[in-house]
């Protein structure tokens, strides 16, 4: 029951993180990231991975390092600066549950966190330890060689002026180039709609796509905010970021499935994480990124 306790915590934590952003008219997971780099651990230089993207690039650093008071200590022999706060990370932890009445025993998933401090709330990290990031020289060039890249690529088709993913015949239809106001309002497109195909079954069979019955529904809502989170983080990748406007009624629409459902918004970056995994051909490891990096640091 205590793990309970603290994981509906955590949820709840991560929620309202986001629901304080989006009342102020900002959409955390549209953030020009590329200005100070993926938010990543300096120790290990892993980049935090689902919703610990946008807690952490949302937080406003000039430099997205991050680290724990006891690897600043251990490393640096720092220390924090008076007055800091530290930022949330959360990861998924798993425990065997045996079942009284067959004697089965599975692995039951729970949230845990951990805390961090970006390398400007802390003291004694000499200058040369901190890495300058590096922009794409030509970031449209890349975004043509990441769509080329992804396995098991839908058929793209340019016969309507309109955007969209069709998951029956799986192909995606885009505006022609040309047609765009800037090439990078079209990579942004392609991208959405990239990241909705990865959710077919023959990819990674998302029942969001595949079930999806009505507008705005339930699995309508978490599947476009899936490929909103996946698009901003292959952007992100590709070297640039713009167009972040929404409009307040769409806003208002998140807010809603937000306080209705503290699960959302992880659920659907996590989702959204897997969908660039997919695309990018990341193979998963033996064990998570989350629960390497929490290992030995000081959770909750």
Not at 107 to 121: K, T
């Amino acid at each position: 029951m205590e793990e309970k306790t603290k994981s509906k915590d955590v949820y709840s934590i991560v929620t309202d993180r986001i629901i304080a952003l989006l009342e102020k008219g900002v959409a955390p997971w549209k953030q020009p990231w590329t200005n100070v780099g993926l938010p990543q651990n300096l120790i290990t230089m892993r980049p935090y991975r689902g919703i610990n993207t946008w807690l952490l690039a949302t937080l406003g650093y000039s430099q997205n390092y991050f680290l724990t008071a006891k690897q600043l200590k251990e490393h640096f022999n720092g220390a924090v600066k008076k007055g800091e706060k530290a930022s949330l990370v959360v990861f998924w932890n798993w425990k065997d549950v045996t079942d009284e009445d067959s004697g089965e025993t599975k692995q039951i998933p729970f949230l845990r966190y951990y805390m961090v401090f970006n390398i400007e709330q802390c003291e004694g990290i000499p200058a040369e330890k901190v890495p300058i990031a590096e922009r794409r020289n030509n970031p449209i060039k890349h975004c043509d060689e990441l769509i080329e890249a992804m396995p098991h690529k839908p058929k793209v088709q340019f016969k309507e002026q309109k955007a969209y993913y069709n998951p029956l015949l799986d192909y995606i239809n885009m505006p022609k180039l040309k047609t765009f106001d800037t090439p990078e309002h079209y990579y942004e497109t392609h991208f959405h709609e990239l990241i909705h195909s990865t959710g077919h079954t023959s990819r990674l069979n998302r029942k969001e796509l595949m079930e999806m019955a009505e507008f705005w529904g339930d699995n309508y809502s978490v599947e476009e905010l899936i490929a909103e989170m996946g698009t901003c983080y292959l952007k992100s990748i590709c070297g640039f970021a713009q167009g972040f406007e929404q409009n307040a009624a769409y806003l208002q629409g998140w807010l809603a499935k937000l306080k209705n459902d503290k699960h959302f918004v992880i659920y659907a970056a996590g989702k959204a994480q897997s969908a660039v995994d997919f695309i990018l051909n990341l193979k998963a490891s033996d064990k998570k990124d989350e629960e390497i990096e929490a290992e030995n640091l000081e959770m909750k």
